[in-house]
């Protein structure tokens, strides 16, 4: 019998992305959803009485939302271990990012089953943590910005077939949250929101988008810090929130936009994620946190094992324990930064806070994100 997330907050994982990569030389090369999982197991957070395994989505469960051609080309992919030129022009398989690599439908099907089976479980109400989900750039015919299938996307249809009519999507990843925002264009059950880095690819999501209906975005300037997140949630994104009165709400935490990240240039400290994770927690009756970005393991896992934890309302010690410690220790980041690590680490989750001045272009975002204020 599957958890109830009603009584405490489920844990949904996979063994599937332990050893799964992208490739040696990718960004995504390194272990992220695995390193979470650990570390939660480590703290003591992470019981088995909470923990799910993430079912593989079936082929008819994806073409909900992506087109059959599309996932055979993927299987085909997987079971080759090679892209046609066909393929990869109409697809995108093996080309801008997106390589050939052995689950290269496995995993992204298992990740769109955790966030379906996340959306499921919470029908009734409560909420799910899935580290694996958040590939918000997936298209319903083709690959991209390292993601094959749209999780959310499939997640959020989850709860809209099952009923529900009033439900928000918030993308804090550093890239905007294009594949989501353009699946529910101009559909009023779904509140996108996305705050994400000014002129970063996909390069879409001005702060003037509004996707054909009630879409908002946030795109903030490069330093970005934990103060300006926090007036920005304060100020803007949490009235709106409230104001829509949500059955639901779906959480992209895409850990990139932390300061130690390669491939992209906000400064957030975890902290600023554990915030708004504990500002959304109560805002609808549903709540499913997923993953996203994030390119480089210790912040990847040392964040989102603190999303978890914030969940249960669990107090973060100042010291992780000494199996965290040797799980962060063990790990392997083959980037400048990852060959002389800071001791901090692997001796702490929580990171020094990045606080500083709000900007009058953030200032600017929040008020320009209010105006035409959706009705209570």
Not at 128 to 146: E, I, L, M, N, Y
Not at 204 to 231: F, H, I, K, L
Not at 295 to 314: C, D, F, M, Q
Request: net charge negative.
């Amino acid at each position: 019998m599957l958890p109830d997330p009603r009584d405490r907050p489920v844990y949904i994982g996979s063994e599937i992305y332990r050893r799964s990569t992208y490739g040696p030389k990718h960004p995504l090369a390194i272990p992220r959803v695995s390193t979470c999982t650990d570390l939660c197991r480590a703290m003591g957070w992470l019981p088995d009485a909470q923990f799910v395994t993430a079912p593989m989505a079936s082929d008819a469960a994806i073409a909900r939302f992506h087109h059959p051609d599309y996932i055979a080309a993927l299987k085909r992919a997987e079971a080759t271990q090679a892209v046609s030129p066909e393929d990869r022009a109409r697809f995108r398989i093996g080309a801008e990012g997106n390589p050939v690599y052995p689950e290269i439908f496995r995993r992204p099907a298992t990740s769109a089953g955790g966030v379906m089976l996340a959306a499921e479980l919470t029908l009734a109400g409560g909420i799910v943590h899935c580290p694996g989900g958040g590939t918000h750039h997936g298209r319903p015919d083709r690959a991209s910005g390292f993601c094959y299938l749209n999780d959310p996307v499939l997640g959020l249809l989850t709860w809209l077939d099952a009923g529900l009519d009033t439900v928000v999507y918030l993308d804090i990843d550093a890239h905007h949250g294009d594949g989501v925002q353009d699946a529910f264009h101009d559909d009023p059950r779904v509140l996108t929101i996305s705050i994400h880095e000014a002129g970063r690819w996909p390069h879409t999501g001005d702060a003037a988008d509004r996707a054909g209906g009630d879409a908002r975005n946030y795109p903030v300037p490069r330093g970005c810090n934990d103060t300006e997140m926090r007036w920005l949630m304060e100020h803007s994104v949490l009235p709106l929130i409230r104001a829509r009165e949500p059955q639901a709400i779906m959480l992209q935490s895409g850990a990139d936009a932390l300061e130690e990240d390669p491939l992209a240039r906000l400064s957030l400290s975890n902290n600023a994620m554990w915030e708004v994770v504990a500002a959304v927690r109560d805002l609808a009756p549903r709540l499913a946190v997923v993953g996203g970005g994030g390119y480089n393991p210790y912040t990847v896992g040392r964040a989102w094992a603190g999303n978890w934890a914030t969940l249960n309302g669990l107090a973060i010690p100042a010291r992780t324990t000494p199996a965290a410690e040797a799980v962060l220790r063990g790990l392997r980041y083959n980037r400048a930064a990852g060959r002389t690590p800071p001791e901090h680490w692997f001796t702490t989750l929580r990171d020094a806070p990045r606080e500083g001045t709000v900007r009058d272009e953030v200032r600017r975002l929040a008020d320009a994100a209010l105006e035409e204020m959706l009705p209570a």
